[in-house]
């Protein structure tokens, strides 16, 4: 199974901070991947998919890049709604697997 | 209004069995891939298996495979998990989410499955 790992795990930042957050997979998954966010006690939010495709819907603060194995989510200027926790997710191979999360805390 | 609603959580034994539901309404349900993911109480989000448009072609993580099934009605519009021999570590929510761009984009609000002696 293709692994997925994300950091970090925890990020402290402030309004306004732009804020970067890296996901690496075991294998090439070439641009098969996505980026949810999570509220507590919510369901996931699609955010990105094909690693830099926005959602319908989505803040255009968030952006997606990367190919291959290496991947970043980056919120160009955190607002107070974006304080939760991320996601990404492999979908390149019939197994999906997601990353472990990083929470954005307020610093 | 689009909307997934799952149902059939509770509290089961360890080994015993529970199917879940996840209802579809405001949309036409069979021209859309459907998956199941959970979470475990405090932890991430886990993939736990994938159905095609009429049930041809299904994927399931290894924690699962060979204990749930998943399967879809398209004519009652509903999804489901067959979950046999559960174990204490399939404690969580768990999500039926829709797939329109290659990843889950439009998630049910979840049920619990606790298993527990």
């Known amino acids: 199974d293709i692994q997925m790992t994300q950091s970090p795990s925890t990020l402290s930042a402030s309004v306004g901070d732009r804020v970067t957050i890296t996901c690496r997979a075991s294998?090439?998954?070439?641009?098969?991947l996505a980026w949810y966010q999570q509220k507590p006690g919510k369901a996931p939010k699609l955010l990105i998919y094909k690693a830099s495709s926005l959602e319908t819907g989505v803040p255009s603060r968030f952006r997606g890049s990367g190919s291959g194995t290496e991947f970043t989510l980056t919120i160009s200027s955190l607002q107070p709604d974006d304080f939760a926790t991320y996601y990404c997710?492999?979908?390149?191979?019939?197994?999906?697997?997601f990353g472990q999360g990083t929470k954005v805390e307020i610093k | 209004e689009e909307r997934m609603v799952e149902s059939g959580g509770g509290l089961v034994q360890p080994g015993g069995s529970l199917r879940l539901s996840c209802a579809a309404s405001?949309?036409?349900?069979?021209?859309?891939?459907m998956h199941w993911v959970r979470q475990a109480p405090g932890k991430g989000l886990v993939w736990v298996s994938r159905i095609n448009t009429d049930g041809s072609s299904i994927s399931y993580a290894d924690s699962v495979k060979g204990r749930f099934t998943i399967s879809r009605d398209n004519a009652k519009n509903t999804l489901y998990l067959q979950m046999n021999s559960l174990r204490d570590e399939d404690t969580a929510v768990y999500y039926c989410?829709?797939?329109?761009?290659?990843?889950?984009?439009?998630w049910g609000q979840g049920t619990l499955v606790t298993v527990s002696s």
């Open positions: 405001g949309f036409t349900f069979s021209i859309y891939y």
């Open positions: 294998q090439s998954i070439n641009s098969w």
């Open positions: 997710q492999q979908y390149n191979s019939y197994s999906r697997t």
């Open positions: 989410a829709r797939d329109e761009v290659g990843a889950p984009n439009f």
